[in-house]
């Protein structure tokens, strides 16, 4: 198999790249429309927040998982 | 780089596949030699500095909880009233808006791992501790597992072990021919995934944050040199680590709030099956 093209150095750091975009697309619309709900609803703040720092937890984990594997895996 | 270590009177460091390089700080500074050891059933067993701070910081919880309520009053003052504000911030605020009537049953339980995850994360950027300890991936893992199995066996003590995982793996009002790709989801999701990212959630922020401090003041350090870009480069880069610094005492705060909030949310969902 011929080699067409080749990447070395640091490849850990672009795949943590790739893996911080989805959850930042994630983050960015949880606290938006939390934001967004407490405008609309400031009474109910508390429990807005509370489900919004609960998404972020949840979305956070991925980016996360990202940036530990290149130190695990990393050669 | 270059143009900046050219300026540089000596080397600071020692490096010898990149000589005067920056020594950019890697997983490295997260083990430490061990001070004491001794052999126990064949393996090494001993004691460095993460155990120490571990100890430390578990004798400093309990000292101060049980000096806050050593003598309660009925109108607290001093640390009685910072830990009675502790106190209801735990119950008021993750036990029963998440768990709801049942929740103060487990206010101890979320809030010894509240307070004890959060002096665990605080001892980063404590002068001479300066380690996260929750940072040593062992720590969470053993706080994950204890979360794990309290809520599973709860759960099927609770709604019975079909009852428990027919809850879990299909939930109502789906189509049924949905459950064929959504009851093995369900199941990697709760079973097996949960435990793990509960775990390295809390792993890796005071795992990020603390390589973050450490690589700004390794950089101001390194920076250090009697030239113009290399004192603006070292004031920047000490600047970052004091921002740095406040901002993860931010995090780690957020961090324990955040694992105790989904304890109690796991507990929650094993306690009332999904409707």
């Known amino acids: 198999m011929s080699l067409l093209a080749e990447l070395s150095g640091s490849i850990g750091s672009v795949g943590y790249g790739l ?17 967004q709900a407490i405008a609309r609803q400031p009474e109910a703040y508390g429990v807005i927040r509370q489900n919004m720092l609960l998404g972020f937890a949840l979305a956070e984990a991925l980016a996360l998982i990202g940036f530990v594997v290149p130190f695990v895996y990393g050669t | 780089m270059s143009l900046v270590a050219a300026g540089s009177l000596e080397c600071k460091f020692e490096n010898a596949a990149n000589p005067c390089g920056f020594p950019a700080a890697g997983s490295e500074i997260f ?48 640390a009685q009233n910072l830990g009675e504000t502790g106190y209801l911030f735990i119950r008021d605020g993750i036990a029963r808006d998440v768990i709801g009537k049942e929740g103060d049953k487990f206010v101890p339980f979320l809030f010894s791992f509240f307070f004890l995850v959060w002096t665990f994360n605080v001892l ?5 501790a300066q380690f996260p300890v929750t940072s040593v991936f062992a720590i969470p893992v053993a706080f994950a597992l204890i979360v794990y199995f309290t809520w599973v066996p709860l759960g099927i003590y609770r709604q ?6 027919k809850g879990m793996l299909f939930p109502p009002g789906v189509p049924k021919p949905m459950y064929i790709l959504l009851s093995p989801i369900e199941f990697i999701s709760n079973i097996i995934v949960r435990p793990f990212t509960h775990a390295v959630r809390l ?19 390194y920076l250090l040199t009697l030239t113009v870009v290399g004192l603006l480069g070292s004031v920047a880069s000490f600047t970052m ?35």
């Open chain 1, 19 to 35: 893996a911080a975009i989805g959850p930042g697309v994630g983050i960015g619309i949880i606290f938006g429309q939390g934001v």
């Open chain 2, 31 to 78: 083990f430490f030699d061990d001070l004491v050891s001794w052999n126990f059933l064949g393996t090494t067993v001993g004691i460095n500095k993460v155990t120490i701070l571990v100890a430390i910081a578990v004798v400093a919880v309990l000292a101060f909880f049980l000096y806050a309520f050593r003598k309660p009053q009925m109108v607290p003052k001093g």
């Open chain 2, 124 to 128: 980063g950027i404590i002068p001479f």
């Open chain 2, 160 to 165: 019975g072990f079909g009852g428990f995982f």
């Open chain 2, 203 to 221: 792993f890796a922020n005071m795992f990020a944050g603390h390589l973050l401090i450490a690589t700004f003041s390794l950089a101001a350090y």
């Open chain 2, 241 to 275: 680590a004091v921002a740095l610094t406040a901002f993860e005492l931010l995090i780690q705060a957020l961090q324990a709030y955040i694992f105790t909030l989904l304890t109690a949310v796991y507990i929650s969902g094993a306690l009332h099956a999904e409707h």
